[in-house]
């Protein structure tokens, strides 16, 4: 039987697929650009760490995958500062939270609480043990996010002179710094905690007349736009990555979903028949599941397209090629030719291999190289 279309296909012919998402399609072409189908799995512990290190290697990643529960100082400005890293460096960001609980739950941990992780992680990923509901809740709970991202609300203050109230007392022997303050909270939350209450305090001791004018609007542009997969002739000529992604643009503000269908840890319990149903819920629901955390290719049907991202992957040392590798937790380690090339996997998840290196920078780009090169050989070296 000759091998689904996905394993032969570039990243550049698949970004241009029918059932691609916007999402889907952009990381694609990103990847095809960069030259790199390398995931950095950020397992760091502080703020600072974490965006060190996407400084370090952003470079040579197609996608950062953090763990934003294990960061112990995270806060909007942690959110903001990877997102404007991820500008620089051409990456999109992947919050591996894998929700495994009722809907009206799993919208509340995704939208909601201390992290809103909609807010700033353009993947996510989920369990299917509650059912595809999870599925439909968190692809609702995205909506929301982009209707909310699409309104503007602009807030406009201005005071009049001090207004005197009747049997206010204004003598000089008042109490020393008593002031009249008027606290303001805009009627939509905003990106930052810290900034969603407005104070005005008066310059002496007399409330004023506060005016506030709020307006709500809608933006004209689209939020979501469908990358340009249109094949420009001086591409073939085009070696410039700079214009090639000035070209591609900013990744769009869009939403979506991958399915853990397979585990790399030994024992796991994600039989052939989880993995089965994980990919007819993706079918159903192609609009917001991009893909799947699996250990190999999972498209079977002629229109499938599905991106896996494999965990799980790891370089053995120069010498040791062919041994075995594993940790003390369970972990089972694969190289990136094996998922890549043999397995038919598309982006190959990094860890340890990278974080706890001597130096990090040299060795994502070690990883890029073999995942890359792996690629290459898949599809003929037709890129």
């Known amino acids: 039987m000759p091998p689904h279309p996905s394993w032969v296909s570039t990243y550049r012919e698949r970004a241009s697929h ?3 998402g916007p999402l889907a399609s952009y990381l694609l072409r990103l990847m095809s650009i960069k030259q790199t189908n390398l995931c950095l799995s950020a ?17 040579s990643i197609c996608v950062l995958k953090t763990h934003c529960d294990t960061i112990t100082d995270w806060t909007e400005r942690t959110a903001r500062a990877l997102k404007e890293i991820a500008r620089r460096k051409w990456f999109i960001i992947f919050e591996d939270r894998k929700f495994a609980d009722i809907g009206e739950t799993v919208q509340k941990q995704y939208t909601s609480g201390y992290h809103r992780i909609a807010n700033w992680a353009e ?11 999870i599925v439909t809740a968190l692809h609702k709970a995205a909506e929301q996010t982009i209707a909310k991202y699409n309104t503007a609300v602009h807030t406009e203050i201005s005071a009049s002179a001090p207004l005197r109230i ?3 007392n204004t003598d000089d022997d008042e109490e020393e710094g008593a002031v009249g303050e008027i606290a303001v909270e805009s009627p939509m939350d905003g ?18 007349v506060v005016s506030v004018s709020t307006t709500i609007s809608t933006r004209t542009e689209s939020i979501s736009p ?17 214009t090639l992604l000035s070209r591609l643009g900013e990744v769009p503000f869009v939403r979506s979903l991958l399915l ?9 319990l994600l039989t052939p028949e989880y993995s089965k149903k994980s990919v007819e819920i993706a079918r159903n629901n192609s609009d917001f599941v991009m893909g799947f955390i699996a250990q190999r290719n999972l498209n079977t049907e002629p229109d499938d397209n599905f991106i896996v991202m ?13 041994k075995k590798l594993g940790d003390a937790l369970g972990q089972q380690y694969n190289t990136p030719r094996r998922l890549i090339f043999e397995q038919g996997c598309d982006v190959i998840i990094v860890g340890r291999g990278i974080v706890r290196a001597q130096d990090r920078q040299k060795e994502a780009e070690r990883y890029r190289s073999e995942g890359w090169q792996a690629y290459l050989d898949r599809v003929g070296d037709k890129h």
């Open 310 to 322: 494999t965990p799980g992957c790891k370089l053995p040392p120069p010498g040791k090629e062919g």
């Open 191 to 208: 990106d930052e905690a810290d900034e969603r209450r407005l104070s005005i305090k008066a310059l002496d001791r007399k409330y004023s």
């Open 43 to 59: 397992d760091v512990d502080t703020s600072a760490e974490l965006l060190a290190l996407a400084e370090e290697v952003g470079d």
């Open 226 to 242: 469908r990358p340009d997969h249109t094949f420009h002739p001086e591409d073939a000529f085009d070696t410039d990555t700079a």
């Open 18 to 20: 029918a059932s691609s």
């Open 123 to 133: 993947i996510t990923n989920a369990h299917i043990l509650p059912g595809p509901a």
């Open 166 to 168: 009747p049997n206010y």
């Open 260 to 268: 853990l269908a397979e585990m790399s840890s030994e024992g796991h």
